[in-house]
């Protein structure tokens, strides 16, 4: 059992369990052993903090060392998200694949294998899925993140991934609660704003955080929006309507609640992490999310020390931060219990059929080992213009490279270049941005045939002018499209793989080289 080190009252003991940290490096440091000795019980993990599997799973098992129940958190979402898979590029397609598959028992099987990858390592808290509905084409943060815009197909696959990674012995933790999708502003920078009326809400944001509390899911993931239906003041981080009044009360739910990153400039530029995280902990939240920016001891005494001075001066209820507290626990709790095997390679009961089905699967073994190339080949849409002509040379890769949403981060590698280099040896590419990005490539090309690669081309126009550039000079180029696919297919061969994870570059680049 967790020994807490003597002289920690109660108090202060609540206090750290509500917190999920981060820190620096790829060991722990020696004060986070000693804050887990002292109560706190939850870590989060990033890709600073990721070098190999083993590493990992040596650095998780020097924090059960110091506390056997800790919850090690971490925000791998597969795609465009990942960390475990930070500097290479993830091995499984991310939810906006998955939702144009459409096919649940595969979402459930991509979901159970990457929780058993998160197990082995010693991970047992996932901050995913994103059940957000992507209802504003022009949302700067979700995109791909999202299984798409229709909501009862992103509450089914919400459910579907909910089951398979949590069938894994991983909780999972559904975001971004109340829905994130119907957003322009990205709240790692300012505050979004939701104006749909209640009924609105009610039949489409709400519904995949329904379908995931009844599929079981063991946490929930709060957002920094402000949604006037349901509070006009406050959002919904540190909203008692929204996190208690509506997700507690009205729909039922009884597991932990975590907020997003408290050190975002939706909550620290307006309300500051301390002041924020007490507000939060008081409206229903039970677990303080931060050290995606912010990883240090100085943090963690500092929120810790606010949460303790709130309780003193009656600005937080002492049976509020409890509660909190023991639900932490609860989970930790669920996680340490758990009996299966993080490194037996099994699946549920339907990954089966999910993986050996459907237009495009793959028959035989290599479909059942490698579940994540199987998804994002059923996941690419590919359609053949007038100008159509096999590639067959090595080609020019022109990446036009939008700048990277927080989420995201700029350390994973996107595109298509180094897997159609292996299949095409000789392919060259090059990375272009801005108004002159169109002519810049085509110098850049020569006479080789180019193969355009854009990300939410919808989005920037400079990427559009560019690839209008392109196509005016070369008809033969070949577009794909690794974000929202929203404007009607161009080129000789366009290509949509709904995401910009390593496997989908590898399955677009099978397509070009007509593998």
């Given at each position: 059992m967790t020994t807490i080190a003597s002289g920690t009252d109660t108090l202060t003991r609540d206090a750290l369990a509500v917190l999920q940290p981060g820190f620096t490096g790829t060991s722990a440091p020696s004060w986070l052993l000693r804050r887990l000795g002292e109560g706190l019980a939850s870590v989060g993990l990033f890709g600073r903090n990721i070098a190999t599997p083993a590493q990992v799973a040596a650095l998780t098992a020097q924090l059960r060392a110091e506390r056997d129940d800790v919850l090690v958190a971490i925000d791998e979402e597969g795609g465009d998200v990942t960390r475990l898979e930070?500097?290479?590029?993830?091995?499984?397609?991310?939810?906006?694949?998955?939702?144009?598959?459409?096919?649940?028992?595969?979402?459930?099987?991509?979901?159970?294998?990457?929780?058993?990858?998160?197990?082995?390592?010693?991970?047992?808290?996932?901050?995913?899925?994103?059940?957000?509905?992507?209802?504003?084409?022009d949302n700067p943060v979700i995109g791909v993140r999202s299984f798409g815009a229709d909501t009862s197909l992103v509450a089914r696959h919400t459910a579907a991934y909910v089951s398979g990674l949590q069938s894994a012995g991983v909780a999972a933790c559904t975001k971004h609660f109340p829905g994130h999708g119907d957003t322009a502003v990205d709240s790692h920078h300012a505050m979004p704003r939701i104006d749909a009326e209640l009924p609105v809400l009610e039949s489409?944001?709400?519904?995949?955080?329904?379908?995931?509390?009844?599929?079981?899911?063991?946490?929930?993931?709060?957002?920094?929006?402000?949604?006037?239906?349901?509070?006009?003041?406050?959002?919904?981080?540190?909203?008692?309507r929204i996190l208690t009044g509506l997700l507690r009360e009205e729909l039922g739910y009884d597991g932990l609640i975590v907020t997003d990153g408290m050190e975002m400039q939706a909550i620290s530029a307006t309300y500051g992490i301390e002041r924020g995280s007490v507000l939060a902990i008081a409206a229903g939240a039970d677990a303080i999310c931060v050290g995606g920016g912010l990883s240090d001891e100085p943090t963690v005494l500092r929120l810790r020390d606010a949460l303790v001075a709130a309780v003193r001066s009656g600005d937080l209820p002492e049976e509020r931060l409890a509660?909190?507290?023991?639900?932490?626990?609860?989970?930790?709790?669920?996680?340490?219990?758990?009996?299966?095997?993080?490194?037996?390679p099994s699946t549920p009961s339907s990954a089966g059929s999910a993986v050996g089905s459907g237009a495009g699967a793959e028959a035989g073994s290599h479909a059942s080992t490698d579940v994540g190339l199987v998804a994002a080949r059923r996941a690419l849409t590919v359609t053949r213009g007038a100008h159509f002509a096999p590639v067959t040379e090595?080609?020019?890769?022109?990446?036009?490279?939008?700048?990277?949403?927080i989420a995201v981060g700029d350390e994973t590698p996107w595109g298509v270049a180094a897997e159609l280099r292996r299949l095409l040896p000789g392919t060259e590419t090059g990375s272009f941005t801005g108004e002159r990005a169109g002519a810049e490539a085509l110098a850049a090309a020569g006479s080789r045939r180019?193969?355009?690669?854009?990300?939410?081309?919808?989005?920037?126009?400079?990427?559009?002018?560019?690839l209008d550039i392109l196509l005016a000079a070369r008809p033969d180029t070949v577009v794909v499209e690794m974000g929202v696919p929203q404007s009607p297919p161009r080129g000789a061969l366009h290509i949509a793989t709904h995401g910009a994870a390593r496997v989908c570059g590898l399955a677009a680049a099978e397509a070009i080289a007509g593998a």
């Open positions: 930070v500097r290479t590029g993830s091995s499984f397609p991310g939810n906006h694949a998955l939702g144009a598959v459409d096919d649940t028992a595969l979402t459930e099987a991509v979901a159970h294998e990457l929780g058993r990858r998160l197990a082995a390592c010693g991970v047992n808290l996932n901050w995913a899925p994103s059940a957000d509905i992507n209802s504003n084409v489409r944001e709400l519904v995949p955080f329904r379908a995931a509390i009844e599929a079981g899911t063991r946490a929930v993931m709060s957002a920094h929006i402000l949604v006037p239906a349901l509070d006009p003041v406050h959002p919904a981080t540190l909203s008692r509660d909190a507290a023991s639900r932490v626990r609860a989970l930790a709790a669920w996680t340490a219990s758990t009996t299966r095997s993080a490194s037996a090595a080609p020019y890769v022109a990446a036009l490279t939008p700048v990277a949403n180019v193969v355009a690669v854009v990300r939410d081309a919808h989005r920037h126009t400079w990427m559009a002018e560019a």
